[in-house]
């Protein structure tokens, strides 16, 4: 069974600039959610789907960060603009019961 | 009050040893409870989940959750320099949907020395 797939590995922009992250979650898997985590500590909930309705956003920074999930299935996460406080590594799992992460995206912003 | 909280580490035990991870949740209603392992510079990856009170092994792991008390724990036995990593607790509330709110703690850092 394929993993979570995420892209792209790694990313350097300048702040103010735009990026998106892409995810592909495990087959079958109704349950999307994408993290935040900042070195040391631990990951902290953006965004969670249950197919392509929104479950939680409550700790998303709804003025730069947007998400979608077109048919329930595929998910981006956009940031615009970055900020230099935005640099981590954005995480994405999906889950029937339990959840399983994709290795992740480290961002960098300068 | 943080919604799960991890013993500050670090945590550092010879090889050989046993190794204790302690874990607290403040939402009475979480059902769901999720050890994962990470190594550095790497995502996290499940070792262990409970959802009823008591202990549940695999292998050289151990699981304990009370949940009067509010409290997860992980044992690890026979500790291995290999078993160095942040341990994360996870807790998921929402009576064992697929679709509850999946909440992490801040991790506890573990050493293990030869």
């Known amino acids: 069974e394929a993993g979570v797939a995420q892209s792209p590995r790694y990313k350097i922009i300048e702040k103010r600039q735009s990026v998106a992250f892409w995810c592909n979650p495990i087959s079958g898997h109704a349950t999307l959610y994408w993290y935040q985590q900042i070195l040391g500590q631990g990951p902290k909930l953006l965004i969670q789907f249950q197919n392509n309705g929104v479950v939680d956003d409550s700790q998303l920074p709804k003025d730069r960060f947007s998400a979608e999930r077109l048919k329930g299935v595929d998910s981006t996460l956009k940031i615009q603009p970055a900020k230099l406080e935005d640099s981590a590594v954005y995480l994405c799992?999906?889950?029937?019961?339990?959840?399983?992460f994709g290795q992740g995206t480290r961002l960098t912003v300068v | 009050q943080k919604e799960v909280e991890q013993n500050s580490g670090p945590l550092s035990v010879p090889e050989g040893a046993i190794a204790s991870l302690n874990c607290t949740y403040s939402?009475?209603?979480?059902?769901?409870f999720f050890w994962y392992r990470q190594y550095s510079g790497k995502s996290p990856e499940l070792i262990m989940s409970i959802y009823s009170n008591g202990d549940k092994e695999d292998g050289r792991f151990t699981a304990q959750l009370n949940k009067a008390s509010q409290y997860v724990s992980l044992l690890i036995r026979d500790s291995q320099p290999s078993d160095s990593a942040t341990y994360l607790c996870a807790v998921r509330n929402a009576g064992g949907t697929s679709y509850g709110k999946l909440t992490f703690g801040q991790g506890t850092i573990l050493t293990v020395h030869p």
């Open positions: 939402d009475r209603g979480s059902q769901s």
């Open positions: 799992a999906s889950s029937r019961t339990e959840a399983f």
